[in-house]
């Protein structure tokens, strides 16, 4: 893994973007991390077969969108992992997390953003990387 997307949308957007942080700092992948609805206007265009995608799905307003993002992302070939509270959804996915339904998406962001933190951390030990001491960072930083 080394470059791809990370697509969220509504309340799972800050998740999206701090995945691809925690990706971009800890395995120096190159992601860019997008809405959904936005990802339909023009990054789509970037994504081919096997193009590494993180979707977040959460039950909610912005499901039925995120889950024809899903059925574009398949039927291009992209490389999908999908992260859902829809059991259904991720059935017969070969990567695919699905995590407790918790009964609201305004809840959603705190179970998906343990996994972005664990994906990135066990990503590190696969690539033989040290996620405490990226190269070019000081993990104690001072804002001015």
């Known amino acids: 893994m080394e470059n791809g997307f990370v697509l969220a949308r509504g309340m799972n957007m800050a998740v999206a973007f ?8 800890t395995n120096y992948v190159k ?14 265009a970037q994504v081919d077969e096997g193009t590494v995608v993180i979707l977040y799905a959460a039950e909610g307003v912005v499901f ?23 059991k259904e959804l991720v059935d017969n996915r070969p990567l695919a997390i699905n995590l407790p339904k918790l009964g609201s998406d305004s809840v959603s962001p705190f179970l998906f953003a ?3 933190q664990m994906f990135a951390c066990k990503l590190t030990a696969v690539k033989g990387r040290n996620p405490d001491a990226p190269r070019n960072l000081n993990k104690v930083t001072i804002t001015k």
């Open 18 to 25: 701090e995945t691809m942080l925690k990706l971009q700092e």
């Open 31 to 44: 992601m860019k991390g997008y809405a959904v609805s936005d990802f339909w206007h023009g990054p789509l």
């Open 64 to 86: 039925e969108n995120t889950k024809e993002m899903l059925a574009k992302l398949d039927s291009i070939g992209a490389e999908v992992i999908l992260v859902s509270d829809n």
């Open 114 to 116: 343990v996994f972005a």
